[in-house]
């Protein structure tokens, strides 16, 4: 991150308005067809940088996060010494699951890795995995070092 870079609050993200359906078409048709074969990683990637240009500094700021840019309840299940477990659910993750095309929680997952990461100052991966069955995201970030 450039040294010259400020930082957006949190609190501007309550002055944002939108539906979703407009996000979701541009996500799901338009970015992958831009981004080509390399799409999931971009995303990843894109989450990540998303994450170091807010202000985040505790848990509760990604949960906020989370909720306030619709992509769901983010809940912490399991905390190990070198993982951390998260569920995500909500109406917007059972939509996207249940919609007619293939959605994926790349971003997010690249988004919680750098928040964790900045967080606990620590290097962090993040893998997701989707259970259609019961309309739910794990993610289990990863201590890298």
Request: net charge negative; glycine share 4%.
């Amino acid at each position: 991150m450039s040294k010259n870079q400020v930082l957006v609050p949190l609190t501007s993200l309550d002055k944002l308005q939108s539906s979703g359906a407009g996000y979701d078409l541009l996500r799901y048709y338009s970015l992958p067809e831009i981004l080509g074969t390399e799409a999931n990683t971009l995303l990843y990637f894109m989450g990540r940088n998303l994450a170091r240009k807010l202000d985040i500094k505790t848990i509760e700021d990604i949960y906020f996060i989370f909720d306030k840019l619709g992509w769901g309840k983010l809940e912490l299940v399991k905390k190990k010494r070198k993982e951390i477990i998260f569920h995500l659910m909500a109406d917007s993750v059972a939509n996207r699951l249940n919609a007619p095309f293939e959605s994926e929680f790349r971003l997010e997952a690249g988004f919680l890795a750098e928040s964790i990461q900045i967080i606990n100052e620590a290097s962090c991966e993040c893998m997701e995995e989707v259970n259609k069955k019961i309309l739910q995201v794990e993610f289990t970030v990863i201590y890298t070092a």
